[in-house]
């Protein structure tokens, strides 16, 4: 995670106005020019409801995204889960038979994204994602309370296409899907959560908001 920080300390240090001395009325003393710069990046947040699957079986799937954009590029951070638990009745887990085994998974994630298509309306981008998670498994018998039967530690890995609309210059909504393959100890882990999932999203552009907040801010405070 402290490679994200630093980055996003870059990012804050590309935004900031630039500082040059340089001898300017030929007497050999330096003056400081300050030039100031738009931002070298912009700020995006959002919200991700997803269908997703579990041993092929459709589940919801919720998350959001932190995410730093320059020129076509974006790092991000987020975080991911099931909306409820998976629920298999019946099933024999381990010694225990005719049990509701349920099942609940959720990862974080960091993520490289290109944009193919980035313009006033639209943007089209290829995220890769890999993160860390766990699958925890329990079973219940006849109603009664869950008890806990194994947790397994994931290395998620997807790669996916969406699509996003500027309905305003600070709120975007957007489409997409992919594969996500989950690297785990056991393969049957890996089989029982490795799929496609599809999402729609629904966004903030953070960056757009502040900086038309500090503007109108100096407006009034006739800065």
């Known amino acids: ?3 994200w920080v630093i980055a996003f300390a870059l ?21 400081l020019v300050i030039t100031k710069r738009k931002a070298g990046f912009r700020v ?3 919200f991700d409801f997803r269908r997703t699957f579990v041993n092929a079986e459709p589940v919801r799937f919720y998350g959001f995204r932190l995410a730093a954009q320059r020129n076509k590029d974006i790092i991000a951070v987020g975080a991911y889960g ?8 019946g099933i024999t887990l381990g010694p225990h038979t005719d049990v509701d085994v349920i099942t609940d998974f959720d990862f974080a994630l960091v993520s490289y994204e290109r944009l193919l ?8 981008g290829v995220p890769l994602s890999v993160g860390l998670g766990s699958m925890r498994r329990g079973y219940r018998t006849d109603g009664g309370p869950l008890q806990p039967y194994s ?6 890995v997807e790669l996916s296409l969406h699509t996003d609309y500027n309905i305003l210059y600070w709120l975007f909504v957007g489409v997409g899907g992919g594969y996500r393959y989950v690297l785990a100890a ?12 599809y999402y729609f999203k629904v966004g903030l552009r953070a960056g757009e908001l502040l900086k038309r907040a500090r503007k109108e801010f100096r407006k009034d405070n006739g800065s």
């Not at 990012?11 to 003056?31: F, M, R, Y």
């Not at 947790?151 to 998620?156: A, T």
Request: include cysteine; charge should be negative.
């Open 1 to 3: 995670m402290s490679r």
């Open 11 to 31: 990012c804050w240090a590309a935004a900031l106005p630039v500082h040059a001395g340089g001898p300017l009325d030929g007497t050999g003393e330096s003056d």
């Open 44 to 46: 995006l947040f959002n």
């Open 82 to 89: 099931l909306g409820d638990p998976y629920v298999q009745p």
């Open 117 to 124: 298509i980035d313009s006033k309306r639209w943007q089209v």
């Open 151 to 156: 947790v397994n530690e994931l290395v998620p």
């Open 186 to 197: 056991e393969r049957s882990t890996t089989n029982t959560l490795s799929d496609w999932n």
